[in-house]
């Protein structure tokens, strides 16, 4: 064998071991590919593992076969209720036909803005005929699994599965929420002076039941008072009557000497009285005879 031949084998080798190269392709696990020829899709390969095509003539596109995210710009929605919502949502998807996937949108950058415009119609469409009170109550769940069911249905034509859709902010817009918190004081400022204005009108219903409490408190001890003052009274009538029927003169001495107490008081008493008068009965005579006897 000569030179020539083994340069003409080994360039032949190279060429055909190219040529194998060329043929083969690897689909990964994470992956799944599209054999093209000349623009023109031929053939959808799923399944990992080794593959074979037909060398510069046939194309591979790959795809991938894991979940994908698309998030959601910011969108503002109308509820039912005319109030504006500034929604964040997101949708998670999965590429379940690569070959439909290829003629309708070719690749995941030109299905965003599509899929982007379903999202926004589907949450101005079901958000939009539901109060915004629903967005914050259990009713959330369910509307988010209606506008999943809307989308998958919307986004099967481009070979795509929805798989979920959550939204994970609903705020107000700015000058709304300045209002909102603007009304909110003003009713709170409101419930505080209507609590105040109770709370003053209890107090003064306390006061006044207070003050007619005591005032029947006060009245109940007067009557009581006099009561028990006319009954000690009664009482010292009583033992008095009972002294003097025991003993006359006693008595009447006794009432002489308080009757002395009370008109001698002070320095300056002067009184101008008989002196064979009966008031001083006792100062002659113990006894309280006159002076003749």
């Known amino acids: 064998m000569n030179r020539g031949t083994v340069v003409v084998l080994g360039v032949g080798g190279i060429v055909g071991l190219i040529i194998l190269l060329s043929a083969m392709f690897t689909v990964e ?24 095509k037909i ?7 790959y795809f991938d076969k894991r979940l994908l995210d698309y998030d959601n710009p910011r969108e503002e929605v109308i509820a039912a209720d005319q109030k504006r919502l500034v929604v964040d949502a997101f949708a998670r998807y999965h590429i379940v036909d690569p070959l439909l996937f290829y003629q309708t949108v070719g690749n995941e950058l030109a299905l965003r803005p599509r899929l982007g415009s379903i999202i926004n119609a589907q949450l101005r469409q079901v958000l939009g005929k539901v109060p915004l009170q ?14 999943r069911g809307n989308m998958r249905t919307e986004a099967k034509p481009f070979g795509i599965r929805v798989e979920d ?8 817009p700015a000058e709304n929420s300045e209002a909102i918190y603007r009304r909110m004081q003003t009713e709170r400022q409101q419930e505080a002076a209507e609590l105040r204005a109770k709370g003053a009108e209890q107090a003064q ?12 408190i ?10 028990l003052r006319g009954e000690g009274e009664g009482e010292m009538n009583r033992i008095f009557a009972e002294a003097f029927g025991r003993d006359p003169e006693f008595f009447a001495f006794y009432r002489s ?26 100062f002659g005579d113990v006894t ?6």
């Open 134 to 147: 629903a967005l914050v109550s259990d009713r959330r769940a369910a509307l988010m699994q209606q506008i």
């Open 205 to 216: 219903k306390i006061r006044a039941s207070a003050n007619k409490d005591k005032v029947v």
């Open 29 to 52: 696990q994470r992956e799944q590919a599209l054999v093209i020829q000349f623009g023109d899709p031929l053939r959808a390969v799923k399944e990992p593992g080794l593959n074979f």
């Open 288 to 293: 309280g005879s006159s002076g003749g006897d």
């Open 218 to 227: 006060i009245a109940d001890a007067e009557r009581d008072a006099q009561v």
């Open 55 to 61: 060398p510069f003539i046939q194309q591979v596109i």
């Open 257 to 282: 000497m308080q009757a002395y107490q009370e008109a001698l008081q002070g320095d300056g008493t002067t009184m101008v009285l008989s002196p064979d008068s009966d008031f001083f009965r006792y």
């Open 165 to 172: 859709v959550r939204i994970k902010r609903a705020d107000l």
